[in-house]
């Protein structure tokens, strides 16, 4: 946007189009008026950036669309299409044509009859190749790129070319040829590409250099496009390719050394021996040596224009470079751009522009060749056609009238905006605590303090003496009070910031307002009573009668004992002082009345703010400690009720119970407040996704179940220690084009537990019998079922009948699933797996039935391919064979871009690379080589887009890392 912003020529057009609201409908989805209005507001503000909210709008873009990553050439030529689809029925329908489109020839010659087969092609941009990794080609100048862009293929030995004249298949050249270049020509340089390593997209960061002044001539000259005319025989020809033929791009009679290097050099100074100190330029130098530069350029540049023009009209200069800095898998786009009005080379990154020297545009031409990873490349090239018709400016009297007045309007709405946004900003809000219970006041940052506290007394309904009242900054946590204000300053000039929270306190007429001490802290001293032990509260409730006591933190702990022998009247030798910093039962005691803590002051002790002080006379062992340690093992435990409503587990419902209580115990505990029977309800500790708890002997303890730890509670009936709540599903196969890669349709049977030491016959036997009980029409013999488990929807693992079903991983909620073989079941070996296989015919884009084929897995791929090729009637050397990683995301389209691998005389072993066939359910596509792959319409093709499409997604997905996709653009023209 910035670049064609830059560009006089595409504004002016832009401007030229007229809004006509009949037939662009509204002004927030007209694509071309958006433009125009952020072109104008960059054009007509004063403001460092505009936004493109407005515009992104347009497209019909949500929020997320519009900060999603995107290829910038896929969006220039969207961007293009959609203002050539807004702009469509009036007098300049095709300005994005005319500027921007050239012509092409695509070519096929015969080397039988020397027939030229021929067809006329359009562009908008050309993406140029800078790395083959097959060829071996690599572009280093943008000249290569292009020659290698035109460069021809021959076609010979199975790729050879039908000609008609000749009426048989014929050795030939196929290429193109450039007929005209556009005024404004878009070059990408194809820098992302598919390492085959690691299947994945990396950034080629090789270095390719690109001129200021591109002269296109030679590549429409008889020597660029009949290059290959005089070969004899195709033997000649292939000599002829390997050699790039030198095209003449330089203009003739200039000295080259001005073409090595457009950017001005470096400012020396002439400086006696004795000083080498460099010179640094002030601003206004250094601007003036910008200025001298662009001077010297422009003059350079005109030079070797006007040479390069003797040989033809089609000779370019640069002014943006669109560059890419990270890696393929993200990173940022910003851009270089020339002024023509000044000829000043510009940084455009986001919403900053500054000015740059011309030798950056050097350090982005790239690195070394073996340079890959991360880096700032030049990924988009523009350049505009030399011509006397060439712009340097737009003036502003060319900006739409109706441009100006709604960019007009909309300044004096953000003018309004800005207005209330900082009378709001004035605004803050306070709440103010009395006697627990709290208000909220607000006041401007200018107004006197005084005013929170006035409205604190309206609100309060407080009748004292308002000399009596003030308010200060107060601790909810700790309930002390703490700064104090002047009433007669402002609230703005005292730093007190949003939201502060503040209390009232109140004197009599007699006392005086105490100064505020930051070094005074409030701490909370709790005295030992016998009857405590009677007490049933628990220790929070106690601590809540607690002293709270003011004292300097500076002071020494030895000062702190002597301040509560005078207060409470025990001696300092006789006291025993603990914190307790926390109330959880996990929190350790430190007892403090130690001789060594004597001279420390209160900070290094550890005392601050709110902490808790647990004081008694001590002569032999310490009360606090045991209640403290006897608090700790009691566990306070919330529960729910089972048949609540609400989406959200309320566990509203708490119980306190020693950590030497069973399961049990509990249980009964929640049965009695539920008043619901025992047996009918079902615990787990945590949530309704951890462990049930099943051993009622167990104490609290050996359960791990710690202080405030939520119990899930749920009806149902109560598993055994060994015992394993399973979902049982049945499962049949998928038909043929069913649900892509899923094999399998299921039905829920039902959820039972189930012992860990039952043989997995015996299971099967025990779930036919229980099948026929509840669907008597399901008549099924266990010899001829197997039994899976069910991941997903996904089939995974076989059971073995002579195992147990402790030897599988077993647990609550564990999917296992029958399936009906119609005949007896094969054992497995140990080194055998079961694998499903479904055909794709690319003909009709139909897929099979799934099979199921048992392998080893010290099998060949040759083996494989023989086993596959019998079951499905391919021949061996035909058959072709995919394997397919995530079924969920899997979608039939994925077909035909597969990576597939040939089993003929494939020796590899499948337990190896390529498959790695080392567990059951793994699902393979095959199929036919010789057959040819239909072209889809796009009703078809979305009628495969499976990821569309509810059904291919499981209700249960398991997470795996995928590199980030980019999405293709879309601009939605109403």
């Known amino acids: 946007l910035q670049s064609l912003y830059m560009t006089p020529e595409f504004r002016r057009k832009l401007y030229s189009w007229k809004y006509d609201p009949s037939k662009e409908g509204e002004k927030k989805d007209s694509i071309p008026y958006q433009l125009q209005l952020l072109f104008g507001k960059l054009q007509l503000s004063s403001l460092p950036f505009v936004e493109t909210k407005s515009l992104t709008r347009s497209f019909g873009w949500e929020m997320r669309e519009s900060f999603q990553q995107h290829d910038v050439q896929e969006f220039c030529r969207v961007l293009f299409d ?53 060829d071996k080609v690599y572009n280093d100048t943008l000249e290569k790129a292009l020659y290698d862009y035109i460069r021809p293929t021959k076609l010979d030995e199975d790729n050879k070319y039908f000609c008609e004249t000749c009426d048989s298949k014929q050795d030939a050249l196929k290429g193109l040829k450039f007929e005209e270049f556009p005024y404004l020509l878009v070059l990408q340089l194809k820098r992302f590409d598919l390492d085959y390593t690691t299947f994945q997209r990396k950034k080629l960061n090789q270095k390719v250099t690109f001129p200021q002044v591109l002269n296109l001539n030679p590549y429409l000259t008889p020597q660029a496009v009949h290059y290959f005319d005089s070969v004899a025989t195709p033997h000649s020809v292939e000599e002829q390719i390997q050699d790039t033929p030198q095209l003449e791009v330089k203009p003739k009679g200039l000295d080259s050394t001005t073409l090595s290097s457009l950017s001005a050099p470096e400012l020396t100074y002439s400086i006696p021996d004795k000083d080498k100190t460099p010179l640094k330029l002030d601003d206004f130098a250094y601007e003036k040596l910008l200025e001298k530069q662009a001077q010297d350029r422009k003059l350079q540049q005109k030079r070797q224009i006007e040479a390069y023009i003797e040989q033809g009209e089609y ?101 309004k905006t800005a207005s209330e946004q900082l009378e709001k900003y004035k605004t803050l809000s306070f709440k103010v605590y009395h006697n627990k219970e709290s208000i909220t006041v607000t006041a401007k940052k200018d107004e006197l303090f005084k005013v929170v506290k006035e409205k604190a007394i309206e609100e309060f309904k407080l009748k004292e003496d308002p ?20 009433e007669n300053k402002t609230i703005e000039v005292q730093s007190i910031w949003n939201f502060k929270v503040m209390g009232v306190e109140l004197k009599t007429s007699q006392e005086e307002w105490q100064a505020y001490d930051p070094n005074c802290i409030t701490i909370k001293v709790n005295l030992w009573n016998d009857s405590y032990w009677e007490d049933k509260r628990s220790l929070e409730e106690k601590v809540n009668d607690s002293y709270k006591l003011a004292v300097n933190k500076t002071q020494s702990f030895l000062e702190l004992m002597e301040t509560f022998s005078e207060k409470f009247g025990i001696p300092v030798e006789s006291q025993m002082i603990i914190k307790k910093s ?16 004597y001279e420390k002051n209160l900070t290094f002790t550890r005392i601050y703010e709110g902490t808790v002080l647990f004081l008694e006379k001590v002569d032999s062992e310490s009360n606090w400690l045991k209640l403290i340690e006897e608090e700790r093992k009691r566990l306070k435990l919330r529960f729910n009720h089972p048949d609540q409503t609400s989406i959200q587990t309320e566990y509203s419902y708490s119980t306190v119970l020693h950590e030497s209580a069973t399961v049990g115990a509990l249980k009964e505990v929640i049965s009695e407040t539920l008043g619901i029977s025992a047996e009918e309800l079902v615990i787990r500790k945590g949530s309704k996704h951890c462990e049930e708890l099943k051993d009622k002997d167990a104490s609290l303890k050996e359960a791990r179940i710690t202080h405030q730890m939520a119990i899930h509670v749920e009806r149902g009936v109560p598993t055994k220690p060994n015992e394993y709540r399973v979902q049982f599903f049945f499962a049949e196969f998928s038909g043929e084009n069913e649900a892509d890669a899923i094999c399998y349709k299921y039905f829920e049977l039902f959820k039972i537990p189930v012992n860990g030491c039952m043989k997995v016959h015996e299971l099967k036997a025990f779930l036919c019998e229980k099948i026929k009980k509840i669907y008597p029409s399901m008549q099924l013999n266990p010899e001829k079922l197997r039994l899976r488990e069910k991941t997903s929807d996904k089939l995974t693992r076989v059971l073995k009948d002579s195992d147990q079903l402790s030897n599988y991983t077993m647990f609550d909620r564990k999917n296992l699933a029958l399936v009906d073989l119609g005949e007896k079941e094969k054992p497995l070996e140990d080194n055998e797996i079961l694998i499903n296989v479904r055909r794709w015919f690319p003909s009709t884009w139909d897929i099979s039935k799934p099979k199921e084929i048992i392998v080893k897995k010290n099998d060949t791929m040759e083996v494989l391919g023989k086993v596959i090729s019998e079951a499905f009637q391919i021949q061996e050397e035909n058959l072709q064979i995919t394997k397919i990683t995530y079924n969920w995301n899997f979608s039939r389209l994925d077909l035909k871009p597969a990576l597939y691998y040939k089993p003929y005389k494939y020796k590899a072993l499948l337990c190896s690379s390529p498959f790695y066939l080392n567990i059951d359910g793994i699902l393979l596509f095959v199929k036919d080589s010789s057959e040819e792959v239909k072209t889809l319409s796009e009703e078809e093709r979305s009628k495969f887009d499976c990821k569309k499409n509810t059904y291919n997604y499981s209700s249960t997905l398991t997470w795996k890392y995928e590199p980030p996709k980019e999405r293709s653009i879309k601009i939605n023209v109403k």
């Open 82 to 134: 959609a203002i050539e689809q807004s702009v469509k029925g009036s007098w300049d329908e095709n300005m994005i044509n005319r500027m921007f489109e050239g012509k092409m020839t695509d070519y096929v010659r015969c080397f039988g009859c020397g027939n030229e087969s021929k067809r006329s092609d359009r562009f908008l941009d050309l993406s140029l190749t800078v790395w083959n990794e097959f």
């Open 315 to 415: 000779v370019y200069e640069l002014f943006s470079v669109m560059i890419h800095s990270g890696s393929a898998l993200g990173g940022h786009y910003y851009a270089y751009i020339k002024s023509f009005e000044s000829g000043k080379w510009f940084n455009f990154n986001d919403c900053r522009v500054t000015e740059i020297q011309e030798k950056e545009i050097e350090k982005v031409f790239g690195g070394s060749q073996t340079n890959w990873g991360h880096s700032a490349t030049a990924y988009l090239l523009m350049y505009r056609k030399v011509t006397p018709e060439n712009l340097d400016r737009v003036e502003d009297t060319e900006v739409p009238d109706y441009i100006v007045e709604d960019f007009a309007s909309e300044k004096e709405k953000d003018q």
């Open 467 to 486: 000399e009596n009242i003030r308010v200060r900054g107060y601790s909810v946590y700790y309930d002390t009070l703490q700064d104090v204000y002047d």
């Open 582 to 597: 926390m109330l959880g039962s996990n929190c350790a005691c430190e007892v403090l009345s130690h001789s060594y803590n």
